[in-house]
């Protein structure tokens, strides 16, 4: 199985985090979407990362069609994001929530670095990073710190897009220890944890 991604690309950690909490084995090739566009698109035509080819040729893409793969194959009774149900909902709304600050904090950094200083929109950044703040402030009011987990007592994408949304806005200059104490705390514990550390880009 091979990993086609940078984990400093939020979606492509989540992944990699997911395949060693499953324990499977993989190899992951280090390509950027922005750096290494044309051979990206040899997996994914969009050129986005990251992108996951499975041992018999088939090649997944977008990181929630990848995980929904993984929990189908290789979750069974032990699936990051339950199969049905409350557990279910509730697990998909806070990897909703996180995975959208991801894309808000993205959008804000993007705007940010990639367009002529003149034509950078500062109100629309302000925005962006309003509503990522906002959705790990409500995630910060979940975390029970008495609790090694967010919910079921166990490992689920809640907490594994829980952390990865909260280590990028700490590279967003959003002072987490701060203004999300309870989730910057819980990260830092997650970071001791094999699948979490062994993913630090």
Not at 56 to 74: C, K, N, P, W, Y
Not at 170 to 194: C, N, Y
């Amino acid at each position: 199985m091979q990993l086609i991604g940078v984990n400093r690309s939020p979606y492509t950690r989540r992944v990699a985090i997911t395949l060693n909490a499953y324990g499977i084995a993989y190899v992951q090739r280090d390509l950027s979407g922005f750096g290494n566009r044309n051979e990206v698109r040899v997996a994914n035509p969009l050129g986005r990362i990251p992108a996951l080819v499975l041992d018999d040729g088939e090649t997944v893409i977008d990181s929630v069609a990848i995980i929904d793969h993984l929990d189908e194959r290789h979750g069974r009774d032990r699936a990051l994001t339950p199969p049905d149900g409350a557990d279910r909902r509730a697990v998909l709304r806070v990897a909703a929530l996180m995975m959208g600050a991801c894309d808000k904090g993205l959008q804000a950094a993007y705007e940010r670095n990639h367009h002529p200083p003149e034509k950078v929109h500062l109100p629309w950044i302000d925005d962006c990073m309003a509503q990522m703040t906002a959705a790990l402030a409500a995630v910060d009011a979940m975390v029970d710190p008495a609790q090694p987990y967010l919910m079921l007592g166990r490992l689920t994408q809640a907490d594994i897009t829980a952390f990865i949304a909260e280590r990028l806005a700490r590279g967003l200059k959003v002072d987490t220890a701060t203004e999300m104490p309870r989730l910057h705390t819980r990260s830092r514990r997650l970071l001791t944890h094999e699948p979490f550390h062994s993913t630090e880009p």
